[in-house]
Structures are given as C-alpha cells and as structure tokens.
C-alpha cells in the first residue's frame, strides 16, 4: 500500500512526523506537505504563481503553496499510484464545523475529489502540549481499524483524536458531524474586529462528534463520498 502523507501545519511540524512513523507500518511512505504554516486555509488552491517542491529528505517534499496545492502535486505528479491520502495529525481539533475552515481537512477533501480514499486526522487538546506518542498510538488505532477496509473511490473520513490520560487508546465511534456553528464574539480594538471564541465551550450535539471527542472517544466521521465523473469521448 502506498500512503500520499500532507498537512497543514508544515512539512517540519511534529504531527506529521508521528503520523509518518505510524504509517510506514502499513506501507510506503511519500511526504508533500506546505514549506509554511497554513492553519485555517480552508480550500484554497494557488493559481498565480508556479509551485515548487523541494525534496528535503528521500521522499519527504516541501511545496511552496496550500494543503489542497499538496494532494493536487502529490496525487497528479509526485506520488501518483498512492492508495490512500492522509492528512495530519493537526495539532487541534478538527470538529463539527470546523471541517469547512481547515486545511487539514481540505487536503483530505481534494484527494476525495481526485478520487482517492483519504482520511484527515487532528489531535484534540485541552490547553495542554500534545502528547504525540500519544497521539501516534492513537492514530495507530484509526488506520488499523479504516485502511483495512477499502472504500470505494472518493471517499472522505474524518478522525479526531481526544485528549485522555489512558494507558491505551480510547473506542473509535462512527459519528456524525456537530452542526452548531463556534460561540463566537467579536471586540472592536482600534477600530479594528477582533475575535474572541472558546472552543471548549462550544456546543455538544448528543451523540455527534463535538460530544464523543469531548468525552474521550476517538470519533470518525465519513464526511463525503465522490464518484468521479468520467465523460465519454466522442
């Protein structure tokens, strides 16, 4: 099985190198993930500029634009016989709503859309450094349970790994998504809007998410699933 890794923290960034070393043990391993931070890029792809990618170690790129940017790259030029796409682990949560800002996510989504199976996987944390050992065994869990199965083309999951002191990995629970927006406020400072928002206290739909990742379960949701149309040529 061939594993395409991307992120939206960073080719250097430390969820990535966990997820890595998790993934090698179900297959090879190629790497193209943003040269910068790109948090909350949401979907956005670069048009006005070329992109370039630089391999910083064997298999491992760093390209010069977006997480989408990374899955378009990886799938279409530099790994295009991947299995799966998985995009992580974020360092935070990617919950409910949060799916339409993230770049984690979006990175997933375009592989969707591409036509692979892909999977977005982000540590939930309570204001406290993430434990990426952790986090790796935890994802160790998701990608033995979900790369087992072949979906078909297209499809999208995903995962949030909650924040426990468990001396082994918590239930995975297929969920759906928290639909409750972010408690959000906005302060004027210098005629400027600022936002103010605390995500521990947002909304917890019973049984979605937002509620299972809060109570110490790993909670996996099937966003999408996309068939590529494929047209005929006349």
Request: aromatic share 6%; with cysteine.
């Amino acid at each position: 099985m061939h594993l395409l890794l991307t992120n939206d923290d960073g080719y250097d960034a430390p969820g990535l190198a966990a997820l890595a070393d998790v993934a090698r043990e179900f297959g090879k391993v190629t790497v193209v993930a943003p040269d910068t931070h790109q948090s909350n890029c949401s979907h956005g792809t670069t048009t006005d500029r070329p992109l370039e990618a630089k391999e910083v170690s064997p298999g491992w790129f760093a390209l010069g634009g977006t997480p989408a940017d990374c899955a378009r790259v990886g799938l279409l030029h530099i790994a295009r016989d991947a299995d799966w796409v998985l995009s992580g682990i974020n360092d935070g949560g990617n919950l409910g709503v949060d799916v339409y800002m993230s770049g984690t996510v979006a990175a997933a989504r375009e592989a969707m859309l591409l036509g692979k199976p892909a999977m977005a996987i982000s540590q939930f944390r309570r204001g406290r450094p993430t434990d990426w050992a952790r986090a790796a065994r935890d994802a160790r869990t998701v990608l033995a349970q979900l790369l087992e199965h072949r979906p078909g083309r297209g499809t999208l999951w995903n995962v949030n790994l909650p924040d426990h002191d468990l001396p082994q990995s918590p239930e995975v629970v297929e969920c759906d998504l928290d639909p409750h927006p972010l408690p959000l406020t906005l302060e004027v400072v210098e005629g400027k809007y600022v936002y103010h928002s605390n995500y521990q206290q947002r909304r917890r739909e019973p049984g979605a998410d937002v509620d299972l990742c809060f109570g110490g379960r790993i909670t996996a949701t099937r966003v999408a699933h996309y068939a590529p149309l494929h047209l005929e040529k006349r």
